[in-house]
């Protein structure tokens, strides 16, 4: 069969049209999955009409979206696309590598385009499109990537090679213009050293990897190997923390990530959630473990919320419920950094405590390194540059797992 391209239409429906007759003529099988929502303009997760034809969405789109793309790309080397401080106010976390520009022309971003561009609230808006709709089209396991053009995999750190030949490393790379866009400059500093995806597979073999992406048991990472495992149920326990192998509990007693809670177990109010996330061993200690939730109220609005239910060290959260910052040991001088802070592994049980059954609602874990150093700090080490102020000098590496779902009323 011909490769499928936008120089036929830009219009994924015709994509998802191509895509059933390759698994029907071949007898193989094919998923999608888009990447770098941030930088759409607001094209990425429609929510009414379809920005190709300005049709209304239909039930039959979120069922095919929600068939032919079960992932979609959280992070990468254009930005981070969990979620954005103007989506997300309330969550100290948000401004993560953030790309609030375009590269699909000479538009400059606008606030109204923000919440169709980013994976978070897309995932609020499934809830929403749900309950129009009867199928949630934005029903997405995530991954990390990097859209590298170098055929390297290179997004740690202290090894980062760039979008493509023109900046890999070399004296003043933070200055080189990655992308022009008209009025729209991007400079070297900008790129993201990101990510990459993880696969829970059942065997190291394409099928297996194949099945989990399908099922959507993946999750990505900003550039280190952490490894998180997440799963819900309705009867977890503290003790269920102290394992070993909290896998073998999780399957046990629950879903992984990607997965649906079933209806609640007898005499169960609230879903229960195991969490446990252990260190890249060449990377920065954990600072903490959170879970993000996103629900659909009473009056069809969604919400969210972001909680932190497992940390390093002694801190305590204050009266309002914020935990104190980890500390930050890196020196800006040298490129260096010490695990003096954070811890090399958090596992935890946490039960919903705002938990309304008949409010849909998504639930995914996000793992946050302690700040280490940036990859424009091991440049400006090895090759004597001086940075500007606007040049972040240290990151805080993290995970994304994929959501778990709640349905109201199954």
Request: net charge negative; hydrophobic share 35%.
């Amino acid at each position: 069969m011909l490769p499928f391209t936008t120089a036929e239409t830009f219009n994924p429906e015709r994509l998802w049209d191509w895509m059933e007759t390759y698994e029907l003529e071949t007898g193989g099988r094919v998923l999608a999955l888009a990447h770098n929502g941030n930088v759409s303009n607001g094209l990425m997760f429609p929510v009414e009409t379809n920005p190709e034809t300005g049709e209304p969405l239909t039930e039959d789109y979120a069922e095919r979206r929600a068939k032919w793309e079960p992932m979609y790309e959280i992070t990468q080397i254009k930005g981070d696309g969990e979620t954005h401080p103007f989506l997300s106010p309330n969550d100290e976390f948000a401004d993560y590598e953030t790309w609030d520009k375009s590269n699909l022309g000479p538009t400059l971003k606008e606030d109204w385009m923000l919440q169709y561009e980013y994976a978070r609230e897309a995932l609020k808006n499934g809830l929403k499109l749900e309950a129009q709709l009867g199928t949630n089209p934005y029903k997405f396991g995530v991954v990390g990537s990097t859209d590298s053009h170098t055929a390297l995999a290179t997004a740690e750190e202290d090894n980062f090679f760039g979008k493509h030949s023109g900046v890999e490393p070399e004296p003043g790379r933070w200055q080189h213009v990655v992308g022009e866009f008209d009025a729209l400059r991007i400079l070297g500093w900008e790129m993201a050293a990101s990510g990459y995806a993880a696969v829970w597979a059942q065997d190291n073999t394409r099928e297996a990897i194949f099945d989990a992406m399908e099922r959507k048991e993946v999750y990505g990472t900003t550039g280190s190997r952490i490894a998180v495992r997440f799963f819900g149920g309705w009867d977890f326990t503290e003790a269920d923390a102290r394992s070993r192998l909290p896998a073998e509990i999780g399957y046990e007693k629950g879903v992984p990530m990607g997965g649906d809670l079933a209806d609640a177990t007898q005499g169960a109010d609230a879903p229960t959630f195991l969490v446990a996330a252990l260190k890249d061993p060449f990377s920065g200690n954990l600072d903490r473990v959170q879970i993000v939730k996103g629900w659909l109220n009473s009056s069809g609005e969604t919400e969210e919320r972001v909680y932190d239910v497992a940390w390093s060290g002694d801190r305590e959260p204050d009266a309002d419920g914020n935990l104190p910052t980890v500390g930050n040991t890196v020196d800006v001088a040298t490129g260096t950094f010490t695990n003096s802070i954070g811890s090399p592994e958090r596992i935890t049980v946490w039960k919903d405590p705002d938990f309304d059954p008949s409010m849909s609602a998504f639930y995914y874990a996000r793992v946050l390194e302690i700040p280490t150093p940036r990859w424009t700090i091991y440049d400006a080490v090895r090759f004597g540059d001086e940075l500007p102020a606007e040049v972040p000098t240290s990151t805080q590496e993290r995970a994304y797992t994929s959501p778990i779902w709640y349905t109201s009323g199954g």
